[in-house]
């Protein structure tokens, strides 16, 4: 069973950049789907779509980030990357890693397209 883990979380004042990742272990597939989805505080049931990015390198994005946040993969180092730029007190929450193996995804966007998750990684942006 693949494994993902995050990394790059922290507390930032508004207009601040942060660089979260995610190392994928026990990772094989050649087709997939990975995306970064955000919980905001207090909202345990809750996962809000940030962005995702296919094994041939076309990204999907909500669009309440577009323009400041840009997914990334790096294959020789199994890891997925969300570049967050220009962040709002609203981008605050737990930033969790998703992986859909073996498909190529028709809702990207949507949280139960995916079927492997990670912990999350903590993002605070003060005012």
């Known amino acids: 069973q693949p494994r993902l883990e995050e990394s790059g979380g922290g507390s930032v004042q508004a207009g601040g950049s942060l660089r979260l990742s995610c190392l994928v272990e026990r990772y094989t597939y050649t087709k997939y789907t990975m995306g970064w989805f955000r919980r905001p505080p207090g909202k345990d049931d809750e996962k809000v779509a940030v962005?995702?990015?296919?094994?041939?390198?076309?990204?999907i994005y909500a669009d309440s980030v577009k323009g400041r946040f840009t997914i990334s993969q790096d294959n020789a180092k199994n890891t997925l990357y969300l570049q967050m730029d220009n962040l709002t007190p609203e981008d605050t929450g737990t930033y969790l890693c998703a992986a859909a193996f073996g498909e190529s995804l028709r809702h990207p966007l949507n949280r139960w397209s995916y079927g492997t998750w990670g912990q999350g990684t903590q993002v605070t942006v003060s005012s």
């Open positions: 962005a995702a990015i296919e094994n041939d390198d076309s990204t």
